[in-house]
């Protein structure tokens, strides 16, 4: 197709469309005709009221401001994920975002800290991390210069109504009506036009899919081909249901592991996002759903509702002149909170590699290789929490501990497992340190550390690491208590009830 791109058109609206729209509008939409159809009748499945510290990224780009994000989303701050229950029952650990100690050119702090273990003259590896103490002591302040090192809770369905105020400052056309037929160039399969139920035409140069599951475009019509995940990833169900707030919001999300998945626990400025994750395989709807009910903390605000999904990824996320956005491109379970960060990258690789002299092969690769390495990456750090645990007291947990899972992923086990070594390849989304988190939380203790480590005499290790474990201490008692810091930065602005958003 070496017709140049003038119109593009994004199918469904939701978090991950009026997150495309609001990039292209104000990042090119002095080159573009930008369209986007969405119905009112169609509701959302959202992807997250949890993020990952990388939204920052995308915010950036965007010239947006923290506070005035924050405020119109009922937002609260985020520095990691506690999870309770996944080595084992009544073993937890927290996942936290930040980087741990310091490393050397030859060894991470892992090292260091395995030594100082066998010696007797450590605390837990989270207390060499500001951000994991801070988590635990439920402290947060955001302060001149420091890293971005936080994330949000948010209400996910007001973060897509304040995007789609800013696309629509920067000249959105938006559409409201049901896609009835996807038309297509009989010469080339490249899709053509949408045709709405009340027969309106909408055709365009590139069609960005943001219908969710349905996935209209990128399956439906262009029949691309789904990699299914289910074998390692075997949830397939979840449960939402919103709270009221029984006391102040902590600064991290709890995945609490339950017989046939895990629960969340997601606190936002008014209320409190719950939901429940599972295998159908091993527990039935309405057990799940009662299951969720009696472990709330709070009077629920709506009805549970139950949504279905299939882990897996689409073969190719950008195939003729469609680009998937979203869940259209593929599912991987809210356990580390990727999906928002796995629509924003798509975005922005999307504008990247923008055709806008016309669609090339070349362009398309890459984009589907890049998506394929961070797709994969993720899946394996998900899997990586329930294959190695310690737990056998149902079906579920023993079929998890058991299973087969891919060659990348043993491979990284088995090497932290022989001499605490975790690498980071290109860009991946999970660093060192969040390998090393969650492999120690569930269990994983390497056998050996690097020999650089016995250069220091003992005396001198010690000293190295209490004065880290000092300077974190010492940074998180001067922060304020998380709550009191919200009311001060970034006070909700509305605190009405909105429509659940899923995961």
């Known amino acids: 197709m070496t017709t140049a791109i003038k119109r593009v058109v994004i199918a469904g609206?939701?978090?991950?469309?009026?997150?495309?729209?609001?990039?292209?509008?104000?990042?090119?939409?002095?080159?573009?005709?930008?369209?986007?159809?969405?119905?009112?009748?169609?509701?959302?499945?959202?992807?997250?009221?949890?993020?990952?510290?990388?939204?920052?990224?995308?915010?950036?780009?965007?010239?947006?401001?923290?506070?005035?994000?924050?405020?119109?989303t009922n937002a609260t701050f985020k520095l990691g994920i506690s999870f309770e229950n996944w080595q084992d029952i009544n073993k937890n650990y927290l996942h936290s975002f930040g980087f741990l100690g310091k490393d050397c050119w030859a060894c991470g702090f892992q090292h260091f800290w395995l030594k100082g273990k066998?010696?007797?003259?450590?605390?837990?590896?989270?207390?060499?991390?500001?951000?994991?103490?801070?988590?635990?002591?439920?402290?947060?302040?955001?302060?001149?210069?420091?890293?971005?090192?936080?994330?949000?809770?948010?209400?996910?369905?007001?973060?897509?109504?304040?995007?789609?105020?800013?696309?629509?400052?920067?000249?959105?056309?938006?559409?409201?009506?049901?896609?009835?037929?996807?038309?297509?160039?009989?010469?080339?399969?490249?899709?053509?036009?949408?045709?709405?139920?009340?027969?309106?035409?909408i055709e365009g140069d590139l069609f960005i899919d943001c219908t969710g599951f349905r996935a209209l475009l990128i399956e439906q019509t262009l029949n691309t081909g789904f990699e299914d995940?289910?074998?390692?990833?075997?949830?397939?169900?979840?449960?939402?249901?919103?709270?009221?707030s029984v006391g102040a919001p902590i600064p991290y999300t709890r995945s609490i592991a339950r017989k046939s998945g895990w629960q969340w626990r997601i606190p936002l400025q008014n209320r409190t996002g719950n939901g429940l994750v599972f295998c159908s395989?091993?527990?039935?709807?309405?057990?799940?759903?009662?299951?969720?009910?009696?472990?709330?903390?709070?009077?629920?605000?709506?009805?549970?509702?139950?949504?279905?999904f299939k882990t897996g990824?689409?073969?190719?996320?950008?195939?003729?002149?469609?680009?998937?956005?979203?869940?259209?491109?593929?599912?991987?379970?809210?356990?580390?909170?990727?999906?928002?960060?796995?629509?924003?990258?798509?975005?922005?690789?999307?504008?990247?590699?923008?055709?806008s002299a016309g669609i090339v092969q070349s362009d398309i690769d890459e984009f589907n290789q890049q998506t394929?390495?961070?797709?994969?990456?993720?899946?394996?750090?998900i899997i990586l929490h329930y294959k190695?645990?310690?737990?056998?007291?149902?079906?579920?947990?023993?079929?998890?501990?058991?299973?087969d899972i891919p060659a990348s992923l043993k491979h990284r086990i088995e090497m932290f497992a022989d001499s605490g070594k975790v690498y980071k390849y290109g860009s991946e989304l999970f660093g060192e340190s969040s390998w090393i988190q969650v492999m120690m939380g569930q269990g994983i203790m390497p056998k050996h550390y690097h020999p650089i480590v016995d250069v220091m005499e003992e005396p001198e290790l010690e000293a190295f690491l209490n004065n880290i474990k000092s300077t974190v201490k010492r940074k998180v008692e001067s922060l304020p208590a998380h709550l009191d810091f919200i009311q001060h930065y970034c006070p909700a602005e509305v605190l009405t009830n909105t429509k659940p958003m899923a995961m």
């Open 13 to 72: 609206g939701g978090t991950a469309g009026w997150m495309a729209a609001a990039a292209l509008t104000k990042l090119m939409g002095k080159h573009l005709e930008i369209v986007l159809v969405e119905s009112d009748e169609i509701g959302t499945v959202g992807v997250g009221e949890a993020t990952i510290p990388t939204l920052h990224i995308f915010h950036r780009l965007l010239g947006l401001k923290e506070q005035e994000v924050m405020a119109a």
């Open 313 to 355: 990824t689409r073969r190719l996320h950008w195939h003729k002149n469609c680009v998937a956005v979203g869940l259209s491109g593929g599912f991987l379970e809210p356990l580390e909170s990727t999906s928002i960060h796995l629509i924003q990258r798509s975005i922005i690789r999307l504008m990247q590699l923008f055709p």
């Open 388 to 403: 190695a645990t310690e737990r056998e007291d149902s079906r579920f947990w023993r079929y998890c501990k058991n299973m």
């Open 372 to 381: 394929k390495l961070e797709m994969d990456n993720i899946r394996d750090f």
């Open 281 to 308: 395989k091993f527990i039935s709807d309405e057990d799940a759903t009662e299951l969720l009910l009696a472990n709330l903390e709070g009077e629920p605000l709506n009805k549970p509702r139950v949504i279905k």
């Open 229 to 244: 995940w289910s074998h390692y990833l075997p949830c397939d169900s979840a449960i939402a249901v919103q709270t009221q």
């Open 118 to 201: 066998q010696l007797g003259m450590v605390s837990e590896i989270g207390d060499y991390c500001a951000e994991h103490l801070a988590a635990r002591q439920g402290r947060f302040a955001v302060l001149p210069n420091q890293d971005y090192n936080h994330a949000y809770h948010m209400d996910a369905s007001l973060y897509a109504k304040y995007l789609r105020k800013m696309a629509e400052q920067h000249g959105i056309h938006r559409i409201e009506g049901k896609i009835k037929q996807v038309l297509q160039h009989h010469d080339s399969g490249n899709i053509k036009a949408l045709v709405l139920e009340n027969d309106e035409t």
